[in-house]
């Protein structure tokens, strides 16, 4: 009988906890986005929140060379949306969310993402999902709107909030779909840091003011720099870097720490008080979203006979980046 060898056993021990900080890492950083963006905002104004965190992100990322290769001039255009799409207009309405919704509740509907990037990806494709995948698409739907009722309830200005919240993650469900394409031709990272110097051309005319007249204090600007340099710059290399390790389709699970990170961290440190049909919510949402996700990689299993260009759109959905 071969007994074990103790080298391969450690080896195999240390790859796999590799492998879970590389799944982990991500989902603790862009959960913890929204507790510096609520601190943020006690020093500078919403624009002022998103101008900074871009610039930081972009200078963080320009210390990695694989940031700066270059990409296909044709592609370009889809850069320009991705600026837009990915980077100015979501993380501009997430700070001005947060002037009305608690960082806890932004960060829950956060996980309904993956949803409405399954519905854009249906709609491109003009393709019905399988069965299993309209049940979990439904369950998480509904875990959304659990979520989002007790807060639009409260007011006029929460419902602006959440309103807001929903226009950021219909952009991110675009923008994602877009992405894929260009990261398979040119990698993550340069597509990556080309949107980001689009949108700061988008960000600065309203940004730039609003840091120049901003009133300073320790913590916002820590958690503003810990905004940037981790949260849109080293938690896009890190996911990289997973989804090059591990898959797309795995590395892509970080995203449902999100919602229970936001939620905790907003409890704990800024004593947000929310109610439990929220927390039911957000568990429904992001059960649908794994359900979703679990029946995609069952799928993946099953040989199929070569894709089409459209059935090659439609997993854009499954093993894109993503997060906040």
Same mark, same amino acid.
């Given at each position: 009988?071969?007994?074990?060898?103790?080298?391969?056993?450690?080896?195999?021990?240390?790859?796999?906890?590799?492998?879970?900080?590389?799944?982990?890492?991500?989902?603790?950083?862009?959960?913890?986005?929204?507790?510096?963006?609520?601190?943020?905002?006690?020093?500078?104004?919403?624009?002022?929140?998103?101008?900074?965190?871009?610039?930081?992100?972009?200078?963080?990322?320009?210390?990695?060379?694989?940031? #700066?290769?270059?990409?296909?001039?044709? =592609?370009?255009?889809?850069?320009?949306?991705?600026?837009?799409?990915?980077?100015?207009?979501?993380?501009?309405? $997430?700070?001005?969310?947060?002037?009305?919704?608690?960082?806890?509740?932004?960060?829950?509907?956060?996980?309904?993402?993956?949803?409405?990037?399954?519905?854009?990806?249906?709609?491109?494709?003009?393709?019905?999902?399988?069965?299993?995948?309209?049940?979990?698409?439904?369950?998480?739907?509904?875990?959304?709107?659990?979520?989002?009722?007790?807060?639009?309830?409260?007011?006029?200005? =929460?419902?602006?909030?959440?309103?807001?919240?929903?226009?950021?993650?219909?952009?991110?469900?675009?923008?994602?779909?877009?992405? #894929?394409?260009?990261?398979?031709?040119?990698?993550?990272?340069?597509?990556?840091? #080309?949107?980001?110097?689009?949108?700061?051309?988008?960000?600065? &005319?309203?940004?730039?003011?609003?840091?120049?007249?901003?009133?300073?204090?320790?913590?916002?600007?820590?958690?503003?720099?810990?905004?940037?340099?981790?949260?849109?710059?080293?938690?896009?290399?890190?996911?990289?870097?997973?989804?090059?390790?591990?898959?797309?389709?795995?590395?892509?699970?970080?995203?449902?720490?999100? &919602?229970?990170?936001?939620?905790?961290?907003?409890?704990?440190?800024?004593?947000?008080?929310?109610?439990?049909?929220?927390?039911?919510?957000?568990?429904?949402?992001?059960?649908?979203?794994? $359900?979703?996700?679990?029946?995609?990689?069952?799928?993946?299993?099953? &040989?199929?006979?070569? &894709?089409?260009?459209?059935?090659?759109?439609?997993?854009?959905?499954? =093993?894109?980046?993503?997060?906040?």
């Amino acid at each position: 009988m071969q007994r074990p060898n103790p080298l391969t056993q450690s080896h195999g021990t240390s790859s796999e906890a590799s492998a879970w900080l590389l799944l982990v890492i991500p989902g603790l950083i862009w959960g913890a986005s929204f507790l510096f963006i609520a601190e943020g905002l006690r020093s500078t104004g919403p624009n002022g929140v998103t101008f900074a965190r871009i610039l930081i992100g972009f200078l963080t990322l320009s210390l990695f060379p694989a940031a #700066r290769k270059p990409i296909a001039r044709s =592609d370009w255009g889809g850069v320009i949306a991705l600026g837009l799409l990915w980077m100015a207009f979501p993380l501009s309405m $997430f700070p001005f969310a947060e002037q009305h919704v608690s960082s806890a509740i932004t960060g829950m509907l956060n996980g309904a993402n993956p949803l409405f990037t399954a519905i854009v990806a249906a709609l491109i494709t003009r393709k019905t999902p399988s069965a299993r995948i309209l049940a979990g698409l439904a369950v998480g739907i509904a875990g959304t709107v659990l979520m989002a009722i007790p807060t639009i309830g409260e007011g006029r200005s =929460d419902a602006g909030g959440v309103a807001m919240i929903f226009a950021a993650l219909v952009c991110y469900a675009f923008a994602l779909n877009i992405a #894929r394409p260009l990261q398979q031709r040119n990698g993550a990272l340069p597509v990556i840091w #080309r949107a980001q110097i689009v949108a700061l051309a988008l960000t600065a &005319p309203l940004g730039a003011p609003a840091l120049l007249s901003a009133h300073w204090s320790l913590t916002p600007i820590l958690c503003l720099v810990a905004l940037g340099v981790f949260g849109t710059g080293i938690a896009f290399v890190v996911m990289t870097v997973a989804a090059g390790q591990l898959g797309a389709t795995r590395a892509s699970g970080t995203t449902f720490l999100i &919602p229970a990170v936001a939620l905790a961290l907003g409890v704990l440190i800024l004593h947000e008080r929310v109610a439990l049909l929220p927390v039911l919510g957000g568990i429904a949402c992001v059960g649908g979203a794994w $359900f979703m996700r679990h029946v995609r990689v069952a799928e993946e299993v099953i &040989p199929h006979p070569a &894709p089409s260009a459209t059935a090659e759109k439609l997993e854009v959905a499954r =093993d894109t980046l993503a997060g906040e």
